[in-house]
């Protein structure tokens, strides 16, 4: 019973995890689309990277 329990918690916290990234894929997404209409390149690449590393993260967690 204990092992049952166990990976139910564990299901539950990738669950949370995964809405977080996605929350924070959905920011970033955001601060992306406003540094190009400002035409920021720096912003611009910052956001790209931290796109790829959270993009990374949620292939690994839904694999």
Do not use: F, G
Not at 23 to 32: F, G, N, R, S
């Amino acid at each position: 019973m204990k092992q049952v329990m166990n990976s139910m918690q564990t299901y539950t916290q990738s669950k949370e995890k995964l809405a977080v990234i996605r929350l924070e894929l959905d920011y970033e997404l955001a601060v992306l689309y406003e540094a190009m209409k400002a035409k920021n390149t720096d912003q611009m690449e910052k956001s790209k990277e931290k796109l790829n590393i959270l993009r990374e993260q949620m292939l690994k967690m839904e694999a």
